[in-house]
T-cell receptor, first 113, second 110 residues
């Protein structure tokens, strides 16, 4: 373990509130990813970034936003536009966006109050 | 578009029995296939990838391009193999990011 950290472990969101999930890696990886994990649906890609100051939408980007100002950090904001935010969120990184093995963080569980 | 299908949500076998977790994919080019595993209270981690042709923890997987399958097999299941298993595909060009299947929860019974 280690290498990729996510915080907090649990996060509670009120209606209409934006919340930000943290993801940090010290592996010197260029590529980083955010996935949403729901029971029975596997992992779905929200956003990914190949390099600093660049990111791309994944399959389910609506209601989410990201930034990549530093190589080691890739925070995810769940906005009020995301109507069903309750899920387990996983961050991952890989040396490059090129079929490389991805390394996963421990996850953040987001719950709506 | 690329797609990965794992037809079994749940799979139970007895200890010592053979196990096969099915994975089928849809992709027009040459894919790279992976199996990831998530043990209880642990992080999702790579189990094996087809390009390395390794056997990890007794598991093997062969890429069958004719049947577009990448089934995961182990001849003698152990209780510690109980976990959630995800098959994943990486394409090429603009499709290099991983696409995951919905996962199979394997339970190995004593």
């Amino acid at each position: 373990d280690g290498g990729i950290t996510q915080s907090p472990k649990y996060l509670f969101r009120k209606e209409g509130q934006n919340v930000t999930l943290s993801c940090e890696q010290n592996l010197n990886h260029d590529a980083m990813y955010w996935y949403r994990q729901d029971p029975g649906q596997g992992l779905r890609l929200i956003y990914y970034s190949q390099i600093v100051n660049d990111f791309q939408k994944g399959d389910i980007a609506e209601g989410y936003s990201v930034s990549r100002e530093k190589k080691e950090s890739f925070p995810l904001t769940v906005t009020s536009a995301q109507k069903n935010p309750t899920a387990f969120y996983l961050c991952a990184s890989s040396p490059r966006l090129d079929g490389e093995t991805q390394y996963f963080g421990p996850g953040t569980r987001l719950l709506v109050l | 578009a690329q797609r990965v299908t794992q037809p079994e949500k749940l799979l139970s076998v007895f200890k010592g029995a053979p196990v096969e977790l099915k994975c089928n994919y849809s992709y027009s080019g040459s894919p790279e296939l992976f199996w990831y595993v998530q043990y209880s209270r642990q992080r999702l981690q790579l189990l094996l990838r087809h390009i390395s042709r390794e056997s990890i923890k007794g598991f093997t997987a062969d890429l069958n391009k004719g049947e577009t399958s990448f089934h995961l097999k182990k001849p003698f299941a152990q209780e510690e193999d109980s976990a959630m298993y995800y098959c994943a595909l990486s394409g090429s060009g603009s499709a290099r990011q991983l696409t995951f299947g919905s996962g199979t929860q394997l339970t190995v019974l004593p």
